[in-house]
T-cell receptor, first 117, second 112 residues
Framework: KQEVTQIPAALSVPEGENLVLNCSFTDSAIYNLQWFRQDPGKGLTSLLLIQSSQREQTSGRLNASLDKSSGRSTLYIAASQPGDSATYLCAVIPLNAGGTSYGKLTFGQGTILTVHP | DGGITQSPKYLFRKEGQNVTLSCEQNLNHDAMYWYRQDPGQGLRLIYYSQIVNDFQKGDIAEGYSVSREKKESFPLTVTSAQKNPTAFYLC???????????FGPGTRLLVL
């Protein structure tokens, strides 16, 4: 059974720092991996989606990498700002034994990020 | 404005009562999903639907039911059989089952 783990569970940094959030998954048979942001009491906003054949994706100050063989992904946030404070979740779509997939995201528990001025 | 709406924002359930959470999307997406989020935990899949008039159980379907009579709508009913319904419920949709999922703002269900 696919399990997704995010480390650290919480992170507090001063404004302007570059930071890395980690995500690991137990089964390398995935279709893709997504990073989401969640503000308190709100829904999720998709940040980046990496297909299994890709190594990284970039959007503005965000860069996500994927190493499928080692079961790891990192989300790099450059020049952090107080507005980046939120919970960051990673999720994978696993492939089933037949090599197909059904779009069922498996989520990690999230990293709570606080960027203080 | 295109997007996903969920209502109500807060819902209170009495013991033994069934309640229905609404999810509507105008993104013309085929696939829709319901997730449950408990404090300090990631999201867990309750039900999903890849197309109208078809839906599948997720990882924690017991005590829940859904319907998909229209492409735009995917309501979730929390039945009295769900003994621990207090949670944050999130609806999502995607163009195809393997595409980016877009989420609604959520409904918080509380038990009186």
């Amino acid at each position: 059974k696919q399990e997704v783990t995010q480390i650290p569970a919480a992170l507090s940094v001063p404004e302007g720092e570059n930071l890395v959030l980690n995500c690991s998954f137990t089964d390398s048979a995935i279709y893709n991996l997504q990073w989401f942001r969640q503000d308190p009491g709100k829904g999720l906003t998709s940040l980046l989606l990496i297909q299994s054949s890709q190594r990284e994706q970039t959007s503005g100050r965000l860069n996500a990498s994927l190493d499928k063989s080692s079961g790891r992904s990192t989300l790099y946030i450059a020049a952090s700002q107080p507005g980046d404070s939120a919970t960051y979740l990673c999720a994978v779509i696993p492939l089933n034994a037949g090599g197909t997939s059904y779009g069922k995201l498996t989520f990690g528990q999230g990293t709570i990020l606080t960027v203080h001025p | 404005d295109g997007g996903i709406t969920q209502s109500p924002k807060y819902l209170f359930r009495k013991e033994g009562q069934n309640v229905t959470l609404s999810c509507e999307q105008n993104l013309n997406h085929d696939a829709m999903y319901w997730y449950r989020q408990d404090p300090g935990q990631g999201l867990r899949l309750i039900y999903y639907s890849q197309i109208v008039n078809d839906f599948q159980k997720g990882d924690i379907a017991e005590g829940y039911s859904v319907s998909r009579e229209k492409k735009e709508s995917f309501p979730l009913t929390v039945t009295s059989a769900q003994k621990n319904p207090t949670a944050f419920y999130l609806c999502a949709s995607s163009m195809g089952q393997l595409e980016t999922q877009y989420f609604g703002p959520g409904t918080r269900l509380l038990v009186l």
